[in-house]
T-cell receptor, first 115, second 116 residues
Framework: DVKVTQSSRYLVKRTGEKVFLECVQD?????MFWYRQDPGLGLRLIYF???????EKGDIPEGYSVSREKKERFSLILESASTNQTSMYLC??????????????FGPGTRLTVT | GEDVEQSLFLSVREGDSSVINCTYT??????LYWYKQEPGAGLQLLTY?????DMKQDQRLTVLLNKKDKHLSLRIADTQTGDSAIYFC????????????????FGKGTHLIIQP
C-alpha cells in the first residue's frame, strides 16, 4: 500500500522560529509537492521537486524554502514563522509520467499554528 | 492561467443524489480529476475522465464532461453519511518546462454535507 507520511499532525510554534516540516514517501516517486490548505482558498502549491536536489517555486513560495537531499524525503522550511503561515500543510508525491493520467498521493497533513 | 471553479458547499439528504459541479479553463487538459478529502485526512483520487469521453460511471459515481462548456460534474447516487467530505475538481497543470513533471490545479473544494 502506498504511503506518504508527515512528521507531525499538529505543531505549535512561536513567531520568528525556524520550522521544519518533513515528508517521506515509500513509492520511489520522482515528484514531490508541498501545498497549504486554507478555508475558502483550497490547495495552493508552495514548492515542488521533480528530482533529488531539484526544486521549483509554486504559486506561493514567499516565506518558504525546501530541501530534497534524498529521493524519498522532501522538507518544507519556514525560515522565520509568522502568524499568516498558520495553516494546514499537505505533502504529496507522484510518478513522473510523460502522459497523464496523473495521480498524486497525499499525506495526512500537518496543522501548524504560529502564535 | 489555469483556474478551476466550484461552489464551496452542497447539502443533501441521506439517500438522495449529490451533484457537484466544476468549471475549468484549460481546454488542453487531457484528463480531469475528482479527489476526495475525508475529515482529518489528505486527498485521495476518487475518479478521473479522459477528455474525449462524455461520461464515466463507476458504481455510485457518475462523471459528466461537457468539453464545449468546460464543465465537469460528479454525481453520487444514494448519498451516505460516509460520503461526507470535501470534493476537489482538478485539471492537469504543466509545472516543469522539461516535461514529465506535470502537476494538478485544484479547485477550492466543495464541502458535501449530509442531512439525516
Amino acid at each position: 500500500d502506498v504511503k506518504v507520511t508527515q512528521s507531525s499532525r499538529y505543531l505549535v510554534k512561536r513567531t520568528g522560529e525556524k520550522v521544519f516540516l518533513e515528508c517521506v514517501q515509500d513509492m520511489d516517486h520522482e515528484n514531490m509537492f508541498w501545498y497549504r490548505q486554507d478555508p475558502g482558498l483550497g490547495l495552493r502549491l508552495i514548492y515542488f521537486s521533480y528530482d533529488v536536489k531539484m526544486k521549483e517555486k509554486g504559486d506561493i513560495p514567499e516565506g518558504y524554502s525546501v530541501s530534497r537531499e534524498k529521493k524519498e524525503r522532501f522538507s518544507l522550511i519556514l525560515e522565520s514563522a509568522s502568524t499568516n503561515q498558520t495553516s494546514m500543510y499537505l505533502c504529496a508525491s507522484s510518478l513522473r509520467v510523460a502522459v497523464p493520467p496523473i495521480q498524486q498521493y497525499f499525506g495526512p497533513g500537518t496543522r501548524l499554528t504560529v502564535t | 492561467g489555469e483556474d478551476v471553479e466550484q461552489s464551496l458547499f452542497l447539502s443533501v439528504r441521506e439517500g438522495d443524489s449529490s451533484v457537484i459541479n466544476c468549471t475549468y479553463t484549460d481546454s488542453s487538459s487531457t484528463y480531469l480529476y475528482w479527489y476526495k478529502q475525508e475529515p482529518g485526512a489528505g486527498l485521495q483520487l476518487l475518479t478521473y475522465i479522459f477528455s474525449n469521453m462524455d461520461m464515466k460511471q463507476d458504481q455510485r459515481l457518475t462523471v459528466l464532461l461537457n468539453k464545449k462548456d468546460k464543465h465537469l460534474s460528479l454525481r453520487i447516487a444514494d448519498t451516505q453519511t460516509g460520503d461526507s467530505a470535501i470534493y476537489f475538481c482538478a485539471e492537469t497543470q504543466t509545472l516543469h518546462s522539461g516535461g514529465g513533471a506535470d502537476g494538478l490545479t485544484f479547485g477550492k473544494g466543495t464541502h458535501l454535507i449530509i442531512q439525516p
